[in-house]
């Protein structure tokens, strides 16, 4: 069953959905960060279909998430390798992680991120670049933006 | 057709995407954030099938994402809204949205978050709390937790 198409949205959530609104597309992802590249490595740690992986795999290269590339040449093999946009799937895939470590019943974290340089554990916290403000306090708002065409955005918001 | 269920894996983002690892479900907690609460609000705005959203908005109020909430008597008519856990999605919908706008064709970003305080557009950044250093430096590793039973991470991540 083809999903349907959520790119004729204004709204750049359904268009990263549209790419990533698929829980495998995200684990594959998650591997990818993980440093994992060939077929069967995600295949065995997914225990996914083969079909469905061979899908999600080509929908990810077509998108642009992936590259493939060869890293054998008799029989031919491939690797895919997360492109520039894919590796701007982290923050996502943090702030998933996060929540799913805050929320679920998983007991301690499974997988922790340690800053290499103090040893230290991290905790992810998304901020307002310039002021350095966190963006759960109130004062931050989605609004509609004025330079563009459309919107999902409702003007009360 | 039911999803599989990805809740048995010893990983925080699978425990994520297992209550919303689904396009729509992502959409409606969208449409939350704008505000809205009402089924008929969610399925004029996202053109969902009235059996897909009673069965999304179902399954986000079981796993604690929305709380059901009478507000007319006769009939009686409920909303939906975000509890504590819902609302702790919004770092996952603005990194979403963050990447749908780069990394899209969608041009100008249609949705923009503003700082009520300064008026000032707000870029979003994920950074360690404590240090306010960016999460996307080369010297934060994802890594297995030793305080937890099992983790998908592999040792030489």
Redesign the interface.
């Known amino acids: ?1 083809r ?1 349907k198409s ?2 004729d949205m ?14 495998w597309t ?2 594959v992802v ?2 990818a ?4 590249r060939r077929f069967e490595d995600f295949q065995r ?1 997914l225990g996914v279909p083969r079909n469905t992986l061979t899908e999600r795999l080509n929908r990810l290269t077509e998108a ?1 998430v992936f590259e493939k590339v060869p890293y054998q040449e008799k029989p031919v093999r491939h690797e895919y390798r997360l492109t520039a ?1 894919g590796r ?17 019943d ?13 040893g ?1 554990v ?12 966190p ?2 306090e109130m ?7 004025r ?8 003007e ?2």
Chains 1, 2 share one sequence.
């Open positions: 069953v999903r959520y790119a204004s709204c750049s959530v359904a268009r990263a959905l549209d790419v990533v609104g698929d829980p995200l684990l998650r591997d960060f993980f440093g994992f740690r642009g946009k701007a799937l982290r923050p996502v895939i943090i702030t998933l992680l996060q929540w799913g470590d805050e929320w679920s998983i007991g301690p974290p499974p997988v922790v991120f340690r800053d290499d340089t103090t230290e991290v905790e992810p916290l998304l901020v307002d670049r310039r002021t350095g403000v963006l759960d004062r931050f708002r989605a609004v509609p933006n330079d563009a065409a459309s919107s999902v955005a409702p009360t918001a």
